[in-house]
């Protein structure tokens, strides 16, 4: 018998051939019709598998879901991946399938297909999927050894799993599939029990991508698909993605030119036009205000750093591919970097073209002496690698962390100097994939927010509530009310972490007390912090739903080890700090970009680029416009003045399509009155007030950093699943 424990603590025995769904069963029948998946521990298996493997002393944990728990979600839209390549293998000659993983919303499978499928195909190929719901046939699991998995593949001819097995699963000794009528996929689960359970689902697009994002590789097609348990879900997702498609920050920033982004400059580079370089000033000016009053001290680094400065902090070469490739002064050194990666990789090259590379070598100035052909691979690359640490290299900044732990050190600092607070607008470049570039939220030269506090293991708890606290009132500043954070510990059972055993404790701890005590929705998840430190991420729902990752604070036992890094202690013995890296706003492209999409590019007055615009009736007071402008611009406003013949009407409408939160129309009477007539965007007229008395009304305003509304509507809000999880090997 097995001894199976229920999430209210209850304690069942069954038989030993128990699944999820027998135990449902056993509950009640209508359980038994709603379970999707279950969940055993941390894992998520499908509801026929049977339980015994997890048996191991103890009563396994075992909770059953239903169509209402996130998880389920996830598991319905990976079976829906599956549906999808069946449909389209019934569909189209010549199929091969590579991956199909979830993502957040859906799902998508990346074929390998002479048929290139176009948006004229979809509905046919979600006919086919209709079909395959109608006969709702189960999803059978079935594993083989690693060889009848390759040999099951390739009379399959599905030849990129057949790669994938002798390459990426090399190491496994057993691989599971599953079958869903005549469809047989490499998998590992978990999947619903049968087609029948998708009730809502769309393909939504296609795109291009390359087999294991190598684009020297075959070009595949990766068609993308969003699944539901229910029809209303479908729609209000489809909603959500109608209204956030109205506010696309790359539509609305150029319409309101707010950034640009040319080819001509380089993809992922963002040029702040003069609009967006408001915006983007005024929230550098309000963060950096707020960090001096809480004790920052500001500091400034050059964009470049030499290469060994991230070899130190473990940055380079272990991210190369992430970054931009290294400057070489000398002509040579691009030439020894490639050589010395070619020999550490192992690539084949014969006596032929070394004598080739020496030689090319030889004419930008390399001096061979240490280099030996008749040494082995180890001399070689010594020998290279002196050569390159003699030469000057630069990278250009990826990490801003390094050169505050060098300002750190350029003193000695002794615990009267903790905490030590660094904060810089410093901007970092990333190689992104062009695929993967999106307008603001994903670029190649970001500005992080960035701060690094250098503070003792006792301290970190107060440093940790301050960060908390300054996120929370930066985030609310802007009127994202609505986040909770993610805290990130360590695995109790790996040993992968640095850093003391005791200071991993208290600090988790303490991060734990200052959440608890903040009030904060958090959630702890074990297993999920970086090997060098815990750390909390707030995510944020914008006002139509829709989900970001943004602020960070996050512990690092790492890099003062690397850098080493102390301080006296009041003992007059030398100490190790911790260092907490943390960025509010995250980076100021991706903040600005989802700012634009969640106030849909209408600012509120303390962040709006032009926030009045004076509008005369007529040419006779436009003596007055202009005085008025003065009057504004010297109270801090920034205003301007729609001189043109056109009727007032037409003024306004552009000042409403320019979203200016006020427009001051004046005529003759208000020149001589000296007031205004007062126009709000969103309410329209305020009346006809004093100059004096709006100028007040207005200064309150921004003072108070007041926000006004942001949606227009409110959504019925499609349910969120977990995180996309690899059902992938
Ligand atoms: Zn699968
Ligand atoms: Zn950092």
New binding site residues.
Partial sequence: MLDIQLPDGTVVSHPDDATPLSVANAIGSRLAKAVVAAQVGAAIIDASRPLKPFANGSPIPLRLLTERDPEALDVLR??S??IMARAVMRLYPDVSLAF?PTISNGFYYDFLMPHKLTEEDFAKIEQEMAAIVAKAEPFEQFSLARQDAASLCKDMKQGLKVEHIETGLASHSELGF?RQGEFV?????P?IPDAGRLKAFKIMSVAGSHWKGNTSGPQLQRLYGTAWFDKKDLQAHLDQLEEAKKRDHRVLGKKLGLYHITPDVGQGFCLWMPKGARVRGLLEDFLRREMLKRGYEPVYSPHLGRVELYETSGHFPYYRDSQFPPLFVHDAGALVDAWARRLMEDEEFGPKQETMFLQAAEVLGFDSANYSKAEGKESKLAALNEWQRNHERFLVKPMNCPHHAQIFKAQPRSYRDLPLRLFEFGTVYRYEQTGELNGMLRVRGLTQDDAHIFCTADQVEEEFRNTIELTRFVLESVGLQDYRVQLSLRDPKSDKYVGSEENWQKAEAALRKVLEESGLNFNAAEGEAAFYGPKADFMVRDCIGRHWQLGTVQLDYNLPERFDLEYTGADNKSHRPVMIHRAPFGSMERFVGMLIEHFAGAFPMWLAPEQIRICPLSEKTNDYAVELEKRFTEAGFRVTTDLRGAKVQAKIRDAQLDLIPYMAVIGPKEAETHSIALRDRISGELGTKPVDEVLAMLSEEVASRRIRKVAERKFAEPPQATEPSS??Y
């Fill in positions: 990976h079976s991946a599956h199909g599953y996929d490499l998998c590992r689960g999947h059902h992938e």
